[in-house]
Nanobody
């Protein structure tokens, strides 16, 4: 069964950190580009960060550069998003995405709320 399962979301104060994880199963993880997207209430889903299949290249939205880091462990079929210096505007549902071989796979999302 093709599946992406996110975890690690929650409530954090401004300036705090969270690490999101996305566990993949049912497909050849190390051949897929992995991404994190987010969607805030009333807004469109937007790309946060992307990493190529071997992890050699990453790119980030301008709004998170220098604060967020995407990484992957192909041995564990898992992609991560380390989020530091969180701001209230980072509040959103965060989704994991896998793309490759004509497939576009989404997780169910995990809520991140940044609030004092």
């Amino acid at each position: 069964q093709v599946q992406l399962v996110e975890s690690g979301g929650g409530l954090v104060q401004p300036g705090g950190s969270l690490r999101l994880s996305c566990a993949a199963s049912g497909f050849t993880f190390n051949t897929y580009t992995m991404s994190w997207y987010r969607q805030a209430p009333g807004k469109e889903r937007e790309l946060v960060a992307r990493i190529t299949s071997a992890g050699g290249r990453t790119n980030y939205a301008d709004t998170v550069k220098g604060r967020f880091t995407i990484s992957r462990d192909n041995a564990k079929n898992t992609v991560y998003l380390q989020m530091n210096s969180l701001k209230s505007e980072d509040t959103a549902v965060y989704y994991c995405n896998a793309r490759g071989w004509g497939a576009d796979i989404w997780g169910q999302g995990t809520q991140v709320t940044v609030s004092s």
